[in-house]
């Protein structure tokens, strides 16, 4: 299994931009699905995060101006990202809770993509 995490970049101030992250691989389902972010010299922080029905949440400096949707036959999760600011620049990694079929069970792990960087200039 694997997560592909793509659509970061450099945009100015204000502007928008859509991360995509798709899962491959062997995929019984997808439980839920989160981005995170980690600017340099800081700890990963949650972002947003959404559940298979697609309850959201979201880190409180993003409200308002994140959106996180998933579409579940695609194995993708996206995060709009609107009114952006120069404090949202990072590398921005999505997070999966998988669940494979292995012989006669199931099992859930985390899955991480390789990270995506979002540069906001002022």
């Known amino acids: 299994v694997q997560l592909q995490a793509s659509g970061g970049g450099l945009v100015q101030a204000g502007g928008s931009l859509r991360l995509s992250c798709t899962a491959s691989?062997?995929?019984?389902?997808?439980?839920?699905m989160r981005w995170h972010r980690q600017a340099p010299g800081n700890q990963r922080d949650l972002v947003a995060g959404?559940?298979?029905?697609?309850?959201?949440t979201y880190a409180d400096d993003v409200k308002g101006r994140f959106t996180i949707s998933r579409d579940n036959d695609k194995n993708t999760v996206y995060l709009q990202m609107n009114d952006l600011k120069p404090n949202d620049t990072a590398v921005y990694y999505c997070e999966a809770v998988i669940v494979r079929r292995v012989q006669l069970r199931f099992k859930s792990d985390d899955y991480w993509g390789q990270g995506t960087l979002v540069t906001v200039s002022s």
């Open positions: 691989g062997v995929i019984f389902s997808i439980n839920d």
């Open positions: 959404i559940t298979r029905g697609g309850i959201t």
